[in-house]
């Protein structure tokens, strides 16, 4: 049974660093792309980063590009989302899914809970 | 970057009836193309994906078709756990994998 979940998230100050994490079952990491995904309150959804099955190939959106990075830990069968210089607008749920197929890469067929992250002084 | 949009924004509609959302790209992302449902305090679930195919577990009520830049879901016969929001989604150019904006259903 495949399951992602998700940490907790928490409200952070602007300027701060948060660590999402994102625990598999079901499946393992190193077989399988995760995405990052979020989506703002009461607004539509945002692609924000992707780590290929490869555990190389990295993919961020250009409004996260060089604060966030995506890596994984094999290990504890993990991805996580490393946050830096958090604005009030990466205020958002925050939802890791798995890539639906490592060759035709780019949709999303389980999803993790969600997690709240707020960013405020 | 590739603009998705969704019309209509708010389609209301009684159970049993059939449902037609639409969702339009700003250019051809061939049939690469998914779709999803998502209800309030949920994560949303893949319903259909490459245009035209049901995800596992998927009811047959479901029913996604187009290409290039016109795609359409359409859901046969309207059961009440299908009002619900639902959003258009490409993977044919990206980064960045973009959404629509979704097309609310709700109950008439």
């Known amino acids: ?121 | 970057e590739i603009v998705l949009t969704q019309s209509p924004a708010t389609l209301s509609l009684s159970p049993g009836e059939r449902a037609t959302l639409s969702c339009r790209a700003s250019q051809s992302v061939r049939s690469f193309l998914a779709w999803y449902q998502q209800k309030p305090g949920q994560a949303p679930r893949l319903l259909v994906y490459d245009a035209s195919n049901r995800a596992t577990g998927i009811p047959a009520r479901f029913n996604g078709s187009g290409s290039g830049t016109d795609f359409t879901l359409t859901i046969s016969s309207l059961e009440p756990e299908d009002f619900a929001l639902y959003y258009c989604q490409q993977r044919n150019l990206w980064p960045p994998l973009t959404f629509g904006p979704g097309t609310r259903l709700d109950i008439k």
């Open chain 1, 1 to 121: 049974q495949v399951q992602l979940v998700q940490s907790a998230g928490g409200v952070v100050q602007p300027g701060g660093s948060l660590r999402l994490s994102c625990a598999v079952s079901g499946f393992t990491v190193s077989d399988s792309g995760i995405h990052w995904i979020r989506q703002l309150p009461g607004k539509g959804l945002e692609w924000v980063a992707f780590l290929r099955y490869d555990g190389i190939n990295k993919e961020y959106a250009d409004s996260v590009q060089g604060r966030f990075t995506i890596s994984r830990d094999n290990s504890r069968n993990t991805v996580y989302l490393q946050m830096h210089s958090l604005t009030v607008e990466d205020t958002a749920v925050y939802y890791c899914a798995k890539d639906r197929d490592n060759w035709n890469d780019g949709d999303f067929d389980y999803w993790g809970q969600g997690t709240l992250v707020t960013v405020s002084s």
